[in-house]
Nanobody, 125 residues
Framework: QEQLVESGGGLVQAGDSLRLSCTASVRTVSDYQMAWFRQAPGKERDFVATIWRTGITTVYGDSVKGRFTISRDNTKNTISLRMNSLKPEDTAVYYC??????????????????WGQGTQVTVSS
């Protein structure tokens, strides 16, 4: 059973940057379609970004496009989410997710087989 562990969350001010990381413990991250989702209090868990197995193709949710960057480091078996120009509305628990299949809807949380425990990001105004 794959285990994903996130790190890097914290409390920052609006306009600051933060970097989240997610490490897989069983297989290499390049074996999976990897993604970040986030869930604010009282809201659904929403898609943030995903990266293909090639590590080249990425897709972002509209609310983070141009501010967030997803990347992969094969030497550390880690994916990262670099978040710039943070806004109070970015406040949420951020989750790393992975699935090993193909052809699923990448924007749906039900497509992903494995999840991390989440890391809190709080952006003050």
């Amino acid at each position: 059973q794959e285990q994903l562990v996130e790190s890097g969350g914290g409390l920052v001010q609006a306009g600051d940057s933060l970097r989240l990381s997610c490490t897989a413990s069983v297989r290499t991250v390049s074996d999976y379609q990897m993604a970040w989702f986030r869930q604010a209090p009282g809201k659904e868990r929403d898609f943030v970004a995903t990266i293909w197995r090639t590590g080249i193709t990425t897709v972002y949710g509209d609310s983070v496009k141009g501010r967030f960057t997803i990347s992969r480091d094969n030497t550390k078996n880690t994916i990262s989410l670099r978040m710039n120009s943070l806004k109070p509305e970015d406040t949420a628990v951020y989750y790393c997710a992975a699935y090993s299949g193909y052809g699923r809807d990448l924007y749906r949380r039900s497509s992903y087989d494995y999840w991390g425990q989440g890391t809190q990001v709080t952006v003050s105004s």
